[in-house]
């Protein structure tokens, strides 16, 4: 049997995670955050989620509030998702990125790593003699379980079906012994560097970014958690850079700084 979650109960946990990492849970969420800390709860022997999340916070080791966070976490990705972006990288700013030596990436909500996998084999495509170039991808996401995954680099066949043939045959490669798995060959998986970040802490950067892709994280937050994480991201754009965000998405009410340049591109 499911705990209750009481009106009270959950407004303490929304508030809770709203101060930590900027999620607005509405009503909408509250049968989902039930379904997922339930089993948890279970497993500790916990009965009321006062009791669960007393036990989060009192935690000094972290590992719960980890587990918490990775449960109510959602991490919807493709590969090649919302690809007119890609278009416009091909079109407009690879060609640019040909002419520098050092080229710096971030893709700030990385989830199972399918998007940053995307800008690697996109660009590895792009450049020329790209493995003579400075090229680092960080790429960072507030979930650990998800991180995980995405640094094995390792997909089932039906997850990789959206990469186009010609990308598959140079950046994948079929796992032996495996049920059809695929996993992105070791030098693209180099470039890229996995980190756990939270969007509403401090960054703990030094590095201004050639583009920034942060797509599909802001609808999770109102208005004034959009604007202190863009105008942190803004900070850590290098001039005439490009921050990215997700279609269903706006800066309309935002100040950023920031030119719009196409539906959902932005430029410094």
Same mark, same amino acid.
């Given at each position: 049997m499911k705990p209750t979650l009481s009106d009270e109960e959950f407004e303490r946990l929304r508030q809770f995670i709203y101060k930590l990492c900027g999620i607005n849970l509405?009503?909408?969420?509250?049968?989902?955050?039930?379904?997922?800390?339930?089993k948890r709860m279970r497993d500790l022997g916990i009965e009321t989620f006062t009791t669960y999340q007393n036990l989060v916070e009192q935690d000094r080791s972290g590992n719960e509030l980890t587990y918490m966070l990775n449960a109510i976490s959602t991490n919807k990705t493709d590969f090649f998702r919302e690809s007119m972006h890609f278009d416009f990288? #091909?079109?407009k700013i690879y060609p640019q990125l040909?002419?520098?030596?050092?080229?710096?990436?971030?893709?700030?909500?990385?989830?199972?790593g399918e998007e940053p996998y995307t800008i690697a084999m996109t660009l590895l495509d792009a450049l020329h003699q790209p493995f003579q170039k400075d090229i680092k991808i960080l790429a960072t996401d507030l979930s650990t379980r998800v991180l995980n995954k995405a640094e094995a680099g390792i997909y089932p066949g039906q997850v990789i079906a959206p990469v186009p043939a010609s990308y598959r045959?140079?950046?994948l490669q079929k796992l032996p012994g495996t049920e059809g798995h695929w996993q992105v060959v070791a030098p693209l998986r180099k470039l890229i560097h996995f980190r756990r970040l939270n969007l509403m802490e401090r960054f703990p950067l030094t590095t201004q970014f050639d583009f920034i892709f942060c797509r599909n994280v802001m609808i999770y937050f109102d208005k004034p958690t959009q604007e202190q994480l863009v105008g942190k991201l803004v900070e850590f754009l290098a001039p005439g850079g490009h921050l990215f965000i997700g279609h269903s998405e706006s800066l309309i009410g935002v100040s950023s700084g920031l030119k719009?340049?196409?539906? #959902?591109?932005?430029?410094?």
């Open positions: 509405g009503p909408a969420k509250r049968e989902l955050i039930i379904a997922r800390l339930s990288l #091909a079109e040909n002419q520098q030596q050092r080229i710096r990436i971030w893709s700030a909500a990385c989830s199972t045959q140079k950046y719009h340049v196409r539906s #959902a591109i932005y430029q410094k």
